[in-house]
């Protein structure tokens, strides 16, 4: 019998799945923002959940804490009306995990989803303190949550996901305004004190097209490779383009090596310690 060793393609492709495999002590919680909206925020945050969830052992919950009418629950299938704003309403009666699932809808990646509220007095209400108590709550029962939020870092919502998260990932667009915007919002966050989710953060350049035409999108790679702990490159995909319902196996294979590739990013950075802002 001849022994053939693994290519290095697949020993690369072992290392991504024992990366993305990373045990967690207690929760972590990783937070998807962007300074403009239309980039694919939200996107990125369910598939990189559902990446997480179908290589992992352990609860995966994506949340929507977007007050301004958020989609991510429009991206998959649906098996419950409930929403953040219920589950917060419902706060004090929810004790085991059983009690919290009955507000999140289930993917066939093992991904659970709680969805944001369109309605604009309840959106209101999802401010600063709001979204710390649906995290504070979800951290009892999950091992690893995804915070989508709104596009911008100003206002209140943002805020409460920058002081609940222990890890960011910066989607951007690969035009030079859109690098600009996510750079700025780098700044932005060094300058308000959280210079060490910075540090921490991978950067999601989101829809390379292999026709990229002028813009240079090495530079742009290296600028942001060179502020946080990574930068990954995700190409564009029509299966994205729909803003429906979004699953990793309708994804080409490119692409959804490119999501195994941020997902090992981001767990690469689960055996830190958090630091604690003040």
Request: charged residues 25%.
């Amino acid at each position: 019998v001849v022994a053939i060793s693994p290519s290095a393609a697949e020993l690369r492709q072992r290392e991504l799945v024992a990366q993305v495999k990373t045990p967690v002590r207690g929760c972590r919680k990783v937070a998807f923002i962007s300074r403009k909206g239309g980039v694919g925020k939200t996107t990125t945050c369910l598939l990189v959940g559902h990446t997480f969830a179908s290589y992992r052992g352990d609860r995966v919950v994506a949340l929507d804490a977007n007050p301004d009418a958020g989609t991510l629950g429009h991206r998959l299938r649906r098996e419950t009306s409930e929403t953040i704003a219920t589950l917060l309403r419902d706060r004090r009666q929810i004790g085991r995990y059983a009690d919290v699932r009955a507000y999140s809808s289930q993917a066939s990646s093992r991904l659970e989803v709680i969805a944001g509220d369109e309605r604009s007095e309840i959106a209101e209400a999802i401010e600063s303190a709001a979204v710390g108590r649906a995290v504070g709550l979800l951290e009892r029962h999950y091992n690893l949550v995804c915070l989508d939020t709104a596009a911008g870092v100003l206002g209140s919502a943002a805020q409460g996901v920058l002081e609940a998260a222990d890890q960011l990932v910066i989607v951007s667009g690969t035009s030079l305004d859109g690098a600009r915007a996510a750079s700025s919002t780098l700044d932005w966050l060094e300058e308000h004190g959280h210079g060490g989710l910075v540090s921490s953060a991978v950067t999601a350049l989101n829809g390379i097209r292999v026709e990229q035409g002028s813009v240079d999108v090495g530079r742009v790679e290296g600028h942001f490779a060179s502020r946080c702990r990574a930068c990954v490159r995700i190409p564009w995909d029509a299966h994205l383009e729909t803003g429906a319902e979004v699953a990793l196996e309708e994804l080409r294979p490119h692409t959804r090596q490119a999501f195994l590739e941020l997902a090992a990013a981001i767990a690469s950075g689960f055996t830190e310690p958090v630091e604690r802002r003040s």
